[in-house]
């Protein structure tokens, strides 16, 4: 399992493959990070670009990163201006998260940085984008080093608790403690943690009823079937397969 760190700092100073920008639509550039970035990869960036945009809110592109090497590509990824957070602003920022993380994973990625996308120009409010950058990554660890990279010390120290925030859940029915429900083949870590009990497996074949509940109890109730509990419910699988494994969450926080 990779490592997952809050790193307080400039983002374009950073060693990894993949940098991502918090953009605008027409992906030519802008002031924050967006700024900084292009100014520091070179005009050639923005003329990549114009040549991918529009890039809709949620969605990511790649381009090289030009003169910000070693740093092999800039992703641009849009987050969602921020509203009242009821026209689906958290849906959004989650997509930023992992459409960005699929396309590194394309890109054969071994490393990429994320600023706290939205969180300036567009608004989004610092905690509650430190909590969806934090458990996003958390449920999709497919890049072996993710950096979650904080301009200032409030948003690093957002970033640093909600990387270390265990995701615990309780039955609805009977109070108990929770643990993952996986279905399908599980792999070797899964089925080491289930006979550990702190998975459950729930066969290859999904409910009759249509349903594929993500939590079960010791007294075997099950529930869960939100993108919430998806997200939450792969969170504690990984740390209770690390746990496992005997490594440290694979969130190592400097
Ligand atoms: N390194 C790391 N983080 C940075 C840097 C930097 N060099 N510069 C700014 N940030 C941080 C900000 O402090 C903020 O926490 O990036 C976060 C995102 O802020 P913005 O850059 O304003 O991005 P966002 O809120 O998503 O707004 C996007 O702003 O720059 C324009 O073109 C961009 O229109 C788009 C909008």
Known sequence: MGTIAAVLGDITRQQVDIIVTAANESLLGGGGVDGAIHRAAGPELAEAGARLAPCLPGRAVATPAFDLAPVRHVIHTVGPVW??????????????????????????????????????????????????????????????????????????????????????????????????????????????????GSVALGGCLLPEDGTEPRWQCPRQHRWGESRRDQRRSQVALHDAIAVTLGEDHGRSVP
Do not use: N
């Open 83 to 196: 509203e009242d957070g009821e026209q689906g602003e958290d849906d959004v920022l989650v997509s930023c998260y992992v459409e960005s993380l699929l396309l590194a994973e394309e890109l054969e990625a071994g490393s990429i940085a994320f600023p706290a996308i939205a969180t300036g120009i567009y608004g989004f409010p610092a905690e509650r984008a430190a909590h969806i950058a934090a458990m996003t990554v958390r449920s999709l660890p497919i890049i072996d080093e993710i950096r979650l990279v904080a301009f200032d010390e409030q948003t690093h120290a957002l970033l640093r608790d909600a990387l270390a925030e265990p995701v615990e859940e309780w039955c609805p029915t009977c109070g108990e403690k929770a643990i993952p429900l996986l279905f399908g083949r599980p792999v070797e870590e899964a089925r080491q943690a289930a006979d550990a």
